[in-house]
Each structure stands twice: as structure tokens, then as C-alpha cells.
């Protein structure tokens, strides 16, 4: 499991859109010739496997986790057969990626584990899945025992790459702290690079209570008011969603956080970060009274923030 300053958060996602090939909101269908993989060689196929992460208006979703794409080389034209996305929030495998790319939603409820279910699928189905994709030619020609003995190398490198590459953030807890029961508020002021800006940061202890040895501070939400990219993190240490605001319709992004606090919207934001537990303890009472404190920092902030 990786974890990042929030620098290298920012250095991952300051992108024009429509300068990221096959990952724009308009390509969520398919990811196009990724050439950084991990390759596993099947005979007539090969797999390709690596991690993800996709940031909301930058990409389709918020999400991250481990792509595995069939992939063929047949007549040196290299051909995405099938992907499957194993994601936190929104599972799919696609036929034929780029170019009939028909999306199928993997049902974590029904199905279970996103990457054992595709494994399966992969053991099972492969030869069927490659010919609904339109390339029986190359469908006739799988050895499934080739594949077969190929698999558990597939697994194993994907289950390594969705525990140990998953891109989490940790970022400092404020300078500015305003108490609320079981969480609590860290206001502070950040330069990134050419970027910055005013950060409100929602924290809770873990594992205990503040005075016990072995609680840990963990922050649950992040908004960071930035003047070039702001944007804001659902569970920053735990699958770390990023959703990236549209400026044209958020000018404003202090203004949005404040009115998403004020409309006692915390809550199912807390439980949408992975923190059921917190957002069922959380004393609406208590935020009430002392967002006009994060207010009144806040914008005392917010001009220093402009000039950053």
C-alpha cells in the first residue's frame, strides 16, 4: 500500500483532459495500447495488468484499482481483446475495448471479489467472451491449457498490484483545529507547486480514543480549495476517490464546501469515504454549532489563499 503526499497527488492528476489518451471522460470505453504493464504470455494471447486511478471530471468516475486486458499479437497488429476493470466502486469488463466496447457491470454483491470473479471468468469463459468480442479467428486458436498454466501468475500479480499500488494521500492535519465529538476540523493554508490554497480537512481517531496509545489520527475527507485544480478526497487514506471540481459551475470552491456542511450533508459523505461507523456517532448538533467557526477562519484564509 502506497502512500503519498498530497504534492504527488497533485502531480499525478494537473491534466487537461482531453491530452489524456483513452482515459477522458468521452474514452471510459477503452484505456487504448497502455505500454507500462505487467505481461504474462498465454500462447495466442497475452495479459496486461497494472493499476489504475481515475479522478471524477478528469475521467468517467472516481475509482482506482487493477486492469487485466487480453491482449493478441497476431499479424504484429497488437489487439485489445477484453478488459477488466477490477475497481473499488465500479466494476465492468468490456468486449472488444476499442472498438465495439460493450461495458458489463461485475456486481459485488452477486459476484463478489472483482479480480476473482474475472480470474474465473478468464479460467472458464475465455474462448466465448473473446468470440462475443468479434475475433473468433483468433478465439480457434487459444490453447486453454496454455492459458491455464499462464493464470495463476495473472492472479497473483494482479491481487499484488490492488494491495501494494493503491495511491493513498496523507496530508498534515491543519493549523487551524475546531472540535466536533467524534471528529474534528483542520483548517490550514498549502502551496503545491504553482498550485494552493485553503484545505479543510475532516479527522477522526481510530482504534481508540485520543488519549489511548494506540489510536491513530486518521483524516476522512479532504477538500482542497485550490486556485488552479481544486478538488476533493473521499477517504484520502483509505480508497482515496478524488473528485476534481468543474470550475465552470463551482467557481467557488469554498463557498460549495461550506453549503455541503451546512446542508448536513457530512454524514453520507463520511459513510461514502469507508467510515460507516463514524458517520452513525457523528453529533449534527455539534457540527451545527461550530461551522460559523470554520466559516470565519475560512475566509479570513481565503484571501491569503488567492494570492498563493
Known sequence: MKFFLCLSCIRLNIFDPKSIAGRSIEN???????????????????????????????HHHADQGVIIQVRSSSQNNEINLLQFNCFFSQPTYIYDPDGLSKICQIDPLTDGNAIGWSIQKLKTRLVEMIEAA??????????????????????????????NSIQLVKHKRGDFIFEAGNIRFG??????GDDGGLAIHVLTDLCGSSSHEYSEETEILAFDCFRIQPHYHYGPRNKNLRYYWDKTVVPDPLEWTLDVLKAGKLRQMITGAGYPDVAKDLDDDLVKKIIPGIEEKARQLQPAAKGM
Open 187 to 192: 483548517l490550514e493554508l498549502r502551496t503545491l
Open 134 to 163: 468479434g475475433y473468433g479467428t483468433i478465439a480457434g486458436k487459444i490453447d486453454m491449457q496454455t492459458v491455464l498454466n499462464a493464470i495463476p501468475e495473472v492472479e497473483s500479480l494482479a491481487r499484488d498490484k490492488f494491495k
Open 28 to 58: 471510459y470505453r477503452g484505456l487504448g495500447m497502455k505500454t507500462d504493464y505487467s505481461k504474462v504470455e498465454a500462447g495466442t494471447v497475452f495479459f496486461a495488468i497494472w493499476h489504475e486511478q481515475w479522478d471524477a471530471n478528469i
